[in-house]
């Protein structure tokens, strides 16, 4: 079981910086893809942001419509993984959530409870 907590979210305005951070727990090996996703109200779970645990390094992938403004990083000594995110638009409203995907014969996937950002014009 990997145990998920978001924080840093908050309500700014356009253009202003936040930072989330997610700190999993409960699993010794820190070996697992992580990613952020975010819902806004009436719309579908997209993913914003992931870093896939590869030998020796790791990928990340931003999507398009976050790139050049938001950076996710990990400390994988501690288990946590961070979303900075600069140059808010509106749009970026939503619940962001944190996502653990450990691998094996069958995946495990797991879910932060979320924290709400909320971008003002």
């Known amino acids: 079981q990997v145990r998920l907590v978001e924080s840093g979210g908050g309500l700014v305005q356009a253009e202003d910086s936040l930072r989330l951070t997610c700190v999993a727990s409960g699993r010794r090996s820190s070996n697992y893809d992580m990613a952020w996703y975010r819902q806004a109200p009436g719309k579908e779970r997209e993913i914003v942001a992931s870093i896939r645990f590869i030998f020796r390094g790791e990928i990340i992938s931003y999507a398009d419509s976050v790139k050049g403004r938001f950076t996710i990083s990990r400390d994988s000594a501690r288990k946590t993984m961070y979303l900075q995110m600069r140059r808010l638009k509106p749009e970026g409203t939503a619940i962001y959530y944190c996502?653990?995907?450990?691998?094996?014969?069958?995946?495990?996937?797991?879910w932060g409870q979320g924290t709400q950002v909320t971008v003002s014009a």
């Open positions: 996502n653990v995907v450990v691998p094996g014969p069958v995946e495990s996937i797991y």
